[in-house]
């Protein structure tokens, strides 16, 4: 199959034109899409061909009833230290230029909801946001077997990058959330998850509501010559 230049033009304009978003409109999305969705994210490339990903897609009641567990345990303080997470999804010694680079997205994003530093209650609000799927339709949970490695981690991700571009290039949006993993031990008793399944992080889909000021936050990018070396 040959692509010619248009098609490179809308990959490119899905790719970059994909961000994480905050708050969703209630509009469904036919299951029909999804399932167009993931059987293209499916395409993406694993290991001699091992596929590890298993998807979870939870709309209506199944997902309000995770969220509402989920939410009660991290409104708990004393419950939600019984949750940790399974894997360290970020370094446990934050170092430059990572440690500017997070504080900055978080900064920037209170700013725009008016939440300050000092703000905790409204901190946590905001965070919990991330257990009702920031209000989309559809919440997706993604798991692997645990006896996959490192490699099929990295394998996960294209998957990942894929669904979300995928999403947009049927106008919908997402957000991938690491949040989830805290509280795997309520998403395995609430998706029945085989003791062998473990959590790898959750997603929010839908359509972005263009009304929310915290869709407006754009994420800066380092340019090429910085994150490049080229050996002529």
Same mark, same amino acid.
């Given at each position: 199959m040959n692509l010619n230049p248009l098609d490179a033009a809308a990959v490119d304009? %899905?790719? !970059? !034109? *994909?961000?994480?978003?905050? %708050?969703?409109l209630p509009t469904p999305v036919p299951r029909s899409v999804l399932e167009d969705i993931l059987g293209v994210a499916a395409r993406a490339p694993s290991g001699t061909n091992t596929q590890p990903w298993q998807v979870h897609v939870l709309t209506g009641e199944p997902k309000l009833a995770l969220s509402r567990d989920i939410r009660a345990a991290f409104d708990d303080p004393a419950e939600s230290a019984? $949750?940790?997470? #399974? +894997?360290?999804?970020?370094?446990? /010694?934050?170092?430059?230029?990572?440690? #500017?680079?997070?504080?900055?997205?978080?900064?920037?994003? +209170? %700013?725009?909801?008016?939440?300050?530093? =000092?703000?905790?209650?409204?901190? $946590? /609000?905001?965070?919990?946001?991330? +257990?009702?799927?920031?209000?989309?339709?559809?919440?997706?949970?993604?798991?692997?077997? *645990?006896?996959?490695?490192?490699g099929s981690w990295l394998d996960y991700g294209m998957f990942?990058? !894929?669904?979300m571009i995928a999403?947009?290039?049927?106008?919908?949006?997402?957000?991938?959330? %690491?949040?989830?993993?805290?509280?795997? *031990?309520?998403? #395995?008793?609430?998706?029945?998850?085989?003791?062998?399944? &473990?959590?790898?992080?959750? &997603?929010?889909?839908? $359509?972005?509501?263009? #009304? =929310?000021? /915290?869709?407006s936050l754009r994420t800066e990018r380092e340019p090429v010559h910085s994150f490049v070396t080229f050996h002529p």
């Open positions: 304009a %899905a790719i !970059s !034109s *994909r961000r994480s978003i905050r %708050a969703f019984r $949750h940790r997470e #399974e +894997y360290a999804y970020y370094p446990l /010694e934050w170092r430059s230029p990572y440690v #500017e680079r997070r504080r900055k997205v978080g900064w920037d994003l +209170y %700013a725009l909801l008016g939440i300050g530093k =000092a703000d905790k209650a409204r901190m $946590h /609000e905001q965070h919990a946001r991330n +257990y009702d799927f920031f209000g989309a339709p559809v919440g997706l949970i993604f798991t692997i077997e *645990r006896v996959m490695q490192q990942l990058q !894929s669904l999403a947009r290039a049927r106008g919908l949006d997402t957000c991938p959330q %690491a949040a989830f993993t805290q509280f795997h *031990r309520i998403i #395995e008793r609430h998706l029945g998850l085989r003791a062998d399944e &473990m959590v790898v992080c959750g &997603m929010s889909l839908g $359509h972005a509501d263009p #009304e =929310a000021i /915290e869709n």
